[in-house]
């Protein structure tokens, strides 16, 4: 059920029975201010001055053409042209109640499910060898919502942990992981400071320093002994990280890495095929690509370095490889990257050269769903008091034990496995969602105490929510009270109509969200939905209603509401307790 195209196809008939060309398109959406209306149309007024017609009076035209469907007046209670030419619109109640009856057996709630594209999403993707850091977890959280939102919607989606396990730092890896305690390989906890350990050999120790060069020459080449401690390497690496990955609650699997190495072979190949066709041109025993449309401060087009002097290769050469393998091996039809906003540029100028070079069509978007740095209250980067990074796995720790401190404050009568539990729900949905509600293409801030609340647009003010309504529908159970969807439902109240309006907008947000890929748009939305019950139980009787079929009606729209949260909360990744 998606309202809003229901009512833009509706204005799209009547305009095009006016006579207007088809191509010119018009849109409805949820009214901002409820006193006018349900929807409203404010497209007429470009298309009247495009048109050279007065736009008051085209919109009037509009209102009396949409009248004479059938469909519309049993969807639409009233018009109104209001201003220079917008159309609002307040929907039928009875037409309200009809489809949200119709919900009731329905588990996508009247989600439609879309017609399937392949989209890739790039997401997570931290670099080998270093622990994982705060700044992987927004590229994690927020690619991970992307994928269970378009999953939902009924497209095939390929999650692709672009990895960093290439390069020449492991040279000095597989140096000095030759001389750590083989016993402690695999418990390699502390990867940081063997990362560290290593460096500092390397810039102190020059007999360390040329047997590191040595294994990046032997590694590139194959060489079987080599290939084997960097492998040793990785896997240790991205068991640590998928560990992460599984108290987040996040998809991804082992399963879904293809690193940077894994184009290794095709990058030899796509530097001669870009030479060949003069696309890129040879420079002092360099390779660069010129972009027209980069130019440095003096004007001049900018070269884009895809092959050093010693032959060795970068990372924006194996972004150019991967978007070509993701389109003609893959065949992708949407390829999104959630990847930091500093590299935006960087992944501008590696699809400048694809497309130069036609490896991915135009038809198939190659997409930066970028977003900001994450901040501590003061508005710095946020980092240990010592200035080191703060360690992902810490940080859920720390996550998970606020929340049972918050639970044996509030409910001292859960314990044990439940309060455990709980205590996981509440604490990761709470660090997920504080990610998730901001625009991702701003810096966020990132703040325990807020993100903690039960006010405000927070994790634990919707899980709250979602559990006092399981309370309310446990406690009509056991009155033995009854209530299912279908005929007969009424609701008359303003509180109860804005709660249905509310449900039936959850297709509508998810297009939105699986569009431009901003799950804080599903956030906003389930806040106000949480807001809107809220309003509903303050004022209105529910269980105590001494009209049985106002009783049922206000219990049917308490279950959908539930439902609707922790549908939407599912899309974000985040859990619905049973109880708070
Ligand atoms: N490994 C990179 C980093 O940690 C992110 C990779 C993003 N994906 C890509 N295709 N470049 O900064």
């Given at each position: 059920?998606?309202?809003?195209?229901?009512?833009?196809?509706?204005?799209?008939?009547?305009?095009?029975?006016?006579?207007?060309?088809?191509?010119?398109?018009?849109?409805?959406?949820?009214?901002?201010?409820?006193?006018?209306?349900?929807?409203?149309?404010?497209?007429?007024?470009p298309?009247?001055?495009q048109?050279?017609?007065?736009?008051?009076?085209?919109?009037?035209?509009v209102?009396?053409?949409?009248?004479?469907?059938?469909a519309?007046?049993?969807?639409?209670?009233?018009?109104?042209?209001?201003?220079?030419?917008?159309?609002?619109?307040?929907?039928?109640?009875?037409?309200?109640?009809?489809a949200?009856?119709?919900?009731?057996?329905?588990?996508?709630?009247?989600v439609?499910?879309?017609?399937?594209?392949?989209?890739?999403?790039?997401?997570?993707?931290?670099?080998?060898?270093?622990?994982?850091?705060?700044?992987?977890?927004?590229?994690?959280?927020?690619?991970?919502?992307?994928?269970?939102?378009?999953?939902?919607?009924?497209?095939?989606v390929?999650?692709?942990n672009?990895?960093?396990?290439?390069?020449?730092?492991?040279?000095?890896?597989?140096?000095h992981?030759?001389?750590?305690?083989?016993?402690?390989?695999?418990?390699?906890?502390?990867l940081?400071?063997f990362?560290?350990?290593?460096?500092?050999?390397?810039?102190?120790?020059?007999?360390?320093?040329?047997?590191?060069?040595?294994?990046?020459?032997?590694?590139q080449q194959?060489?079987?002994?080599?290939r084997?401690?960097?492998?040793?390497l990785v896997?240790?690496?991205?068991?640590?990280?998928?560990?992460?990955?599984d108290?987040?609650?996040v998809?991804l699997?082992?399963?879904?890495?293809?690193?940077?190495s894994?184009?290794n072979?095709?990058?030899?190949?796509?530097?001669?095929?870009?030479?060949?066709?003069?696309?890129?041109?040879?420079?002092?025993?360099?390779?660069?690509?010129?972009?027209?449309?980069?130019k440095?401060?003096?004007?001049?087009?900018?070269?884009?370095?895809?092959?050093?002097q010693?032959?060795?290769?970068?990372?924006?050469?194996?972004?150019?490889?991967?978007?070509?393998y993701?389109?003609?091996?893959?065949?992708?039809?949407?390829?999104?990257?959630?990847?930091?906003?500093?590299?935006?540029?960087?992944?501008?100028?590696?699809?400048?050269?694809?497309r130069?070079a036609?490896?991915?069509?135009?038809?198939?978007?190659?997409?930066?769903?970028?977003f900001?740095?994450?901040?501590?209250?003061?508005?710095?980067?946020?980092?240990?008091?010592?200035?080191?990074?703060?360690?992902?796995?810490?940080?859920?720790?720390?996550?998970?034990?606020?929340?049972?401190?918050?639970?044996?404050?509030?409910?001292?009568?859960?314990?044990?496995?439940?309060?455990?539990?709980?205590?996981t729900?509440?604490?990761?949905g709470?660090?997920?969602?504080?990610?998730?509600?901001?625009?991702?293409?701003?810096?966020?801030?990132?703040?325990?105490?807020?993100?903690?609340?039960?006010?405000?647009?927070?994790?634990?003010y919707?899980?709250?929510?979602?559990?006092r309504?399981?309370?309310?529908?446990?406690k009509?159970?056991?009155?033995?009270?009854?209530?299912?969807?279908?005929e007969?439902?009424?609701?008359?109240?303003?509180?109860?109509?804005?709660?249905?309006?509310?449900?039936?907008?959850?297709?509508?947000?998810?297009?939105?969200?699986?569009?431009?890929?901003?799950?804080n748009?599903?956030?906003?939305?389930?806040?106000?939905?949480?807001?809107?019950?809220?309003?509903?139980?303050?004022?209105?009787?529910?269980?105590?209603?001494?009209?049985?079929?106002?009783?049922?009606?206000?219990?049917?729209?308490?279950?959908?509401?539930?439902?609707?949260?922790?549908?939407?909360?599912?899309?974000?990744?985040?859990?619905l307790?049973?109880?708070?």
């Open positions: 059920m998606n309202i809003a195209e229901i009512l833009s196809s509706y204005a799209q008939c009547a305009l095009q029975d006016l006579g207007v060309s088809s191509t010119i398109t018009v849109s409805a959406k949820p009214s901002l201010r409820e006193a006018l209306g349900d929807y409203q149309i404010d497209a007429i007024i298309i009247a001055k048109l050279r017609l007065p736009p008051r009076q085209l919109a009037e035209h209102v009396e053409q949409m009248q004479t469907s059938e519309v007046s049993q969807m639409v209670d009233e018009f109104s042209v209001a201003g220079a030419g917008f159309i609002n619109i307040r929907l039928r109640t009875a037409w309200l109640a009809n949200v009856s119709a919900l009731a057996n329905d588990p996508r709630l009247g439609a499910i879309q017609p399937a594209t392949h989209i890739v999403i790039d997401y997570s993707s931290p670099n080998v060898a270093k622990e994982m850091h705060v700044g992987h977890l927004r590229s994690t959280i927020i690619g991970d919502a992307s994928v269970r939102t378009l999953t939902f919607l009924g497209h095939k390929t999650r692709v672009h990895i960093g396990d290439w390069g020449t730092q492991f040279g000095m890896l597989i140096a992981l030759e001389e750590v305690d083989r016993k402690d390989l695999l418990s390699l906890s502390d940081e400071g990362y560290r350990d290593a460096k500092k050999r390397y810039d102190q120790d020059p007999i360390f320093s040329r047997q590191a060069r040595n294994y990046v020459v032997k590694l194959g060489d079987d002994y080599c084997k401690m960097w492998r040793q896997d240790i690496s991205m068991q640590q990280n998928q560990q992460n990955y108290r987040l609650g998809s699997t082992p399963a879904d890495i293809r690193g940077e894994a184009y072979a095709m990058l030899p190949v796509i530097v001669d095929d870009l030479l060949e066709r003069h696309i890129a041109q040879e420079e002092q025993g360099a390779v660069v690509v010129y972009l027209d449309d980069y440095n401060k003096q004007g001049e087009a900018m070269g884009v370095l895809i092959r050093k010693d032959g060795g290769y970068l990372y924006t050469t194996t972004d150019i490889a991967c978007a070509k993701r389109y003609q091996t893959l065949h992708a039809d949407r390829i999104l990257y959630y990847v930091d906003a500093r590299q935006h540029q960087h992944l501008m100028m590696a699809w400048a050269i694809v130069k036609g490896y991915v069509p135009e038809r198939v978007s190659l997409e930066h769903h970028k900001g740095m994450m901040l501590d209250k003061q508005g710095q980067p946020f980092k240990t008091r010592e200035g080191g990074t703060i360690k992902l796995s810490e940080l859920l720790t720390e996550a998970v034990s606020r929340a049972t401190r918050l639970i044996e404050q509030k409910s001292p009568q859960i314990t044990g496995p439940e309060l455990t539990e709980l205590a729900i509440i604490g990761i709470a660090v997920k969602y504080a990610d998730l509600s901001k625009n991702r293409t701003t810096d966020y801030i990132f703040d325990w105490d807020s993100m903690l609340s039960f006010e405000g647009n927070t994790a634990p919707i899980q709250y929510a979602g559990a309504i399981r309370s309310l529908l446990d009509a159970h056991q009155q033995g009270l009854e209530w299912q969807g279908g007969g439902l009424c609701f008359t109240t303003g509180e109860e109509r804005a709660l249905v309006i509310a449900i039936l907008q959850l297709e509508e947000r998810l297009t939105l969200v699986a569009r431009d890929g901003m799950p748009i599903m956030c906003q939305y389930l806040y106000d939905l949480a807001s809107l019950f809220s309003r509903f139980y303050a004022h209105l009787p529910i269980l105590v209603h001494s009209d049985v079929d106002q009783r049922k009606s206000r219990l049917y729209l308490a279950d959908i509401t539930g439902r609707v949260l922790a549908l939407g909360l599912s899309t974000l990744g985040i859990g307790p049973e109880r708070m």
